[in-house]
């Protein structure tokens, strides 16, 4: 596709269950990112690929949260025994290295 | 760690007026990027700044780093309704660093 691509839009789970949020970067985007946002507060960085490799996860919060990105392309998220905590939206960007960010339009994760 | 201070948190202003968002960091940035947001919605860029007194244009906004590469400022010329969002302020360190954000800045035009 064109941008970058965020599944699904909208999540609602319940409390201790597990989610996996995909991204699907640019094409050829050698970078990828995961933020989350909360409500009215500035995205806030989790994890950052280069091909397939986590260059810095120094942003996720704590061992529930793990991401992988096995080919270099299509990330995957992937929350373990969701918090209330965890509600928010889920953002992810991709780049050339060092360039711009294109982001997804997000993925909202509602925990009931 | 670095942070970004964003001001005003929110604005409020009359269709045609000029405004100015503020972006400050205790430490000298390698790059400023300015992004928008709309509600439910992903950041779309607007522009990146990466000299000491550096400014750019694109229709009617414009933005600035100062000299010291600590503060930028975002400028919106005879404001539209179409300007509506948040506006997010986004630094790295280095050029293989993560982007940081700020709060962000709600800017509503009343017609």
């Known amino acids: 596709g064109a941008g970058v691509s965020q599944t699904p839009s909208n999540k609602v789970t319940e409390k201790g269950k597990y989610v996996e949020l995909r991204c699907d970067p640019i094409?050829?985007?050698?970078?990828l990112y995961w933020y989350r946002q909360s409500l009215g507060q500035g995205p806030e960085f989790l994890i950052y690929?280069?091909?397939?490799?986590?260059?810095?996860d120094s942003g996720l919060p704590n061992d529930r949260f793990f991401a992988v990105r096995p080919e270099g392309s299509v990330s995957t998220l992937k929350i373990q025994r969701t918090e209330r905590g965890d509600s928010a939206v889920y953002l992810c960007?991709?780049?050339?290295?060092?360039?711009?960010?294109?982001f997804g339009e997000g993925s909202r994760l509602t925990v009931l | 760690s670095q942070e970004l201070e964003q001001s005003p948190q929110s604005l409020i202003v009359q269709e045609g007026k000029n405004l100015t968002i503020n972006c400050t960091s205790s430490?000298?940035?390698?790059?400023l990027y300015w992004y928008k947001q709309k509600y439910g919605e992903g950041l779309i860029f607007l522009m990146m700044?990466?000299?000491?007194?550096e400014e750019k244009s694109h229709e009617k906004i414009t933005a600035k780093l100062d000299e010291k590469k600590q503060q930028s400022s975002l400028h919106i010329t005879a404001s539209q309704p179409s300007h509506a969002g948040i506006y997010l302020c986004?630094?790295?360190?280095?050029?293989?660093?993560?982007?940081?954000f700020g709060k962000g800045t709600r800017l509503s035009v009343i017609a």
């Open positions: 094409s050829g985007h050698t970078a």
């Open positions: 690929f280069q091909g397939t490799g986590a260059a810095d």
């Open positions: 986004g630094a790295s360190k280095s050029g293989n660093t993560p982007l940081v």
């Open positions: 700044l990466q000299k000491g007194g």
């Open positions: 430490k000298t940035l390698y790059g």
């Open positions: 960007a991709s780049s050339l290295s060092g360039g711009e960010l294109f």
